[in-house]
């Protein structure tokens, strides 16, 4: 579930285990002043939370 943070800014959390040790992981999502959004460590997440979020921007996103 994508969870504002501040103005702009967004965070979503997963559970993930690596090497059966409960690490998890965690997706940033910032709206630049341009409009587009950048997704910093992406996760899978529902159409739904995209859609919000999408509905007149362009998205990049990084590994």
């Known amino acids: 579930m994508l969870r504002e943070i501040d103005n702009n800014l967004w965070v979503a959390e ?9 690490v ?7 709206r630049l ?15 739904c939370y995209w859609f919000k979020l999408t509905s007149s921007t362009k998205l990049r996103h990084y590994n």
């Open 14 to 22: 997963q559970p993930f285990k690596y090497w059966g040790l409960e």
């Open 33 to 47: 002043i341009s409009g587009e959004l950048i997704v910093i460590s992406p996760i899978q997440t529902g159409w």
């Open 24 to 30: 998890g992981a965690r997706m940033t999502v910032i």
